[in-house]
């Protein structure tokens, strides 16, 4: 066989060198900045990605243009500076030793949705797909959904794309943020971002960075007990009401591809794998759907500690106090789990600034942990955002919530803020509440509204001393504000 002149054998090297190098110095972005994205309006937004070092780098959008130069680990960031709302498409472009056009991208409101299995919860497995299924056309509803997996440490890049809301394509959003999204955008009149970023049976502990966890006194012992790889319970499905249309097959690099699946979690390797590609993308604000797979006797006395800490972990990473919202898990039988101690974890976190909490004993199902009424939790969610972060004048917020009690001879007062114009019992004679003496035994409790306040007794309990209500998995309980929103399970002993 001939062997090639040296000349062009040095040629030919120089050639593959010189490839190799303008592979290297494409520009790349995060899965997230993609076409028919939304951006935030109103606030700072940045853009970043990765090229060569001391690349220079010039990002255009809606007349802005802003110029930088990668550092020397080949990163780079520039941020635009409040973005007026657009619902006409526009064009984002980067250039560097290559140019990126991302086509329709909008500006106005954006939210990240995360959780469990009632995030990830799909339109087509809510209740009355068909119906929400054809009012479906919201051409500037957006969502995105993060589809890469656990991961041992921080990741840059993540996996998704957005995608347009059309009776098409509705069926696989994230019911919860869908109908949260809808309200806002028909109340508000702007383009909506929806973020999602879920996975179905897993703990908070994989969502909090774990060196978050490992710095908390109130974790530390927890989570050394911790085997190093929790495999999370997954709790049975029920079948999707339509077929999903099948999804392009994306490349993954070698480390993607070895990562586990995204069910099998470690502690923090779910904020590892699908939180950390999304910082610093701006957000109005972030929504939480979790707490079923910490509600195991173990878990549950833990979540009053991790849910503010991964509220403030979150905000402290992108830089700002978002408001901040969660589901309060809802009624549900659970036998051998503590979903009264994880629903007053939730409530207590109330005190953390700028959060809100959408109450849902009333709309939960007995033998099914995915509840199929995703629109009330939307409605509710909304409403809490428009009402708090927007202004809007709603009719609540929230359902009401305990402020205090006192003790009155045989009786105990419970007093309760938002309480829109008065307490209702809804559908029949108040129920749900409990009360007992100092020997900790627990009577069915009469119970009478005056005001803002209930008024509670038990026959033959002359020294009541606690007040519980709507503690149990399964509550039958029906207190409610004028506004037609639950009041929150809650209690006012600390009694194991």
């Not at 006797?297 to 991964?310: D, T």
Request: net charge positive; glycine share 8%; aromatic share 8%.
């Amino acid at each position: 066989m001939k062997t090639l002149p040296r000349s062009f054998a040095r040629l030919a090297l120089l050639a593959l060198a010189a490839c190799a190098l303008s592979a290297r110095a494409d520009v790349t972005l995060p899965a997230i900045f993609s076409d028919h994205m939304v951006l935030q309006r109103g606030t700072r937004v940045p853009v970043w990605g990765v090229a060569a070092p001391g690349e220079k780098i010039t990002v255009a959008f809606a007349g802005q243009t802003q110029s930088t130069a990668a550092d020397p680990d080949g990163k780079w960031q520039v941020a635009f500076a409040n973005l007026t709302v657009s619902a006409a498409p526009q064009t984002l472009t980067i250039k560097g030793n290559n140019t990126i056009t991302l086509q329709d991208v909008l500006v106005g409101e954006v939210w990240l949705g995360s959780g469990q299995s009632n995030m990830a919860m799909t339109v087509n497995r809510a209740q009355n797909f068909e119906q929400e299924k054809s009012a479906a056309a919201f051409p500037l509803i957006r969502h995105y959904k993060e589809d890469s997996a656990n991961a041992d440490s921080p990741q840059s890049v993540g996996r998704g794309r957005w995608v347009v809301c059309t009776p098409d394509t509705v069926a696989g959003f994230s019911a919860a943020l869908y109908f949260f999204g809808r309200e806002l955008h028909q109340t508000l009149r702007v383009p909506v971002g929806l973020i999602n970023s879920s996975v179905g049976g897993t703990p908070i502990e994989a969502w909090i960075a774990a060196d978050v966890q490992l710095a908390s006194k109130e974790l530390q012992a927890a989570l050394a007990a911790l085997p190093k790889t929790a495999a999370a319970p997954a709790p049975a499905s029920p079948k999707p009401t339509a077929p999903e249309k099948p999804k392009a097959v994306k490349k993954t690099t070698k480390a993607a591809k070895a990562t586990p699946p995204a069910r099998t979690t470690t502690t923090g390797g779910l904020f590892n794998g699908k939180i950390a590609p999304l910082v610093p993308y701006a957000l109005r604000g972030a929504l939480w759907y979790q707490g079923e797979a910490n509600s195991t006797p173990s878990k549950a006395p833990l979540y009053e500690h991790q849910l503010p800490l991964l509220i403030r972990d979150w905000r402290a990473r992108w830089g700002y106090d978002f408001p901040f919202a969660w589901v309060q898990l809802p009624n549900f039988l659970g036998a051998g789990r503590d979903w009264p101690l994880v629903r007053e974890a939730m409530l207590k976190t109330l005190a953390v600034p700028h959060t809100g909490m959408a109450i849902a004993i009333d709309v939960g199902e007995v033998n099914d942990i995915h509840p199929k009424n995703k629109q009330a939790v939307g409605h509710r969610l909304a409403q809490w955002a428009l009402g708090t972060v927007y202004a809007q004048n709603v009719a609540a917020t929230s359902g009401p919530l305990p402020a205090g009690h006192e003790i009155r001879g045989a009786e105990i007062v419970l007093r309760f803020t938002h309480t829109a114009g008065g307490l209702v019992a809804k559908d029949g004679p108040l129920s749900g509440f409990a009360v007992a003496g100092a020997d900790h035994v627990w009577l069915p409790a009469q119970a009478r509204i005056a005001g803002d306040t209930v008024v509670v007794s038990a026959p033959g309990l002359t020294a009541p001393v606690a007040a519980r209500y709507a503690w149990e998995n399964l509550p039958t309980c029906n207190l409610f504000n004028s506004a037609g929103l639950p009041a929150s399970p809650f209690r006012t002993d600390t009694w194991k």
